[in-house]
């Protein structure tokens, strides 16, 4: 296992195009988060997994995204109708459980123009 | 709302000095502390974490200290290096992991 991965790497979009984001976790790994990165600012939280539940769901995160993670294994992030205050990098990350290393991956950086 | 407060925003240092970055949090029910390293272009990278239940933890050249009653957590590094540089992120959280805003960290040679 290598780590998190994301794909794609980069997307640029059209306002008002829906885009989707894959994460692949460390396998073992039964929290999933994603985070939402922009220019100079620290990751900001937008959902969490354990296992295939979602247990939370930040105020940042508007009806347009929703998040999944069907088997308890990979996620995908979805964002409907794109705004240009979309842009943004996507970061996903892993642990095993509560309070332990969180692997990030090298994220999605979406660009919405 | 849980918040975390990370100072200084940018940090210049030579290389061989030490580099000190503080941060403070406010949801007391907080017991993991984590910090990220983020080169750019690349996901965070965790340094080093402490629970708190421990004051003190050191790994090699870094260091971090815990003060609950004061809701404070700061990261040392010693004899830094140009390969230092970059942004260092704090974190506090329980089930979820709140960052500061970043700290640029520059290693003059």
């Known amino acids: 296992d290598t780590g998190v991965s994301q794909n794609p790497r980069h997307k640029i979009t059209k306002r008002g195009q829906n885009v989707t984001f894959r994460c692949d976790p460390i396998s073992e790994h039964n929290r999933l988060y994603w985070y939402r990165q922009t220019l100079g600012q620290g990751p900001e939280f937008l959902t969490y997994?354990?296992?295939?539940?979602?247990?939370?769901k930040s105020r940042l995160l508007s009806d347009r995204f929703s998040a999944e993670r069907p088997k308890g294994s990979f996620s995908t992030l979805e964002i409907q109708r794109t705004e240009q205050g979309d842009s943004a990098m996507y970061l996903c990350?892993?642990?095993?459980?509560?309070?332990?290393?969180?692997?990030f991956g090298q994220g999605t950086r979406l660009t919405v123009v | 709302g849980e918040n975390v407060e990370q100072h200084p925003s940018t940090l210049s240092v030579q290389e061989g000095d030490s580099a000190v970055i503080k941060c403070t949090y406010s949801d007391s029910a907080s017991n993991y502390f984590p910090w990220y390293k983020q080169e750019l272009g690349k996901g965070p990278q965790l340094i080093i974490d402490i629970r708190s239940n421990v004051g003190e933890k050191k790994d090699q050249r870094i260091a971090v200290t815990l003060n609950k009653t004061a809701k404070h957590f700061s990261l040392h590094i010693t004899e830094t290096q140009p390969e230092d540089s970059a942004v260092y992120f704090c974190?506090?959280?329980?089930?979820?992991?709140?960052f500061g805003t970043g700290t640029r960290l520059k290693v003059l040679a």
């Open positions: 997994f354990q296992n295939e539940a979602q247990l939370e």
């Open positions: 974190a506090s959280g329980t089930y979820k992991y709140i």
């Open positions: 990350a892993s642990s095993f459980e509560v309070n332990t290393e969180a692997f």
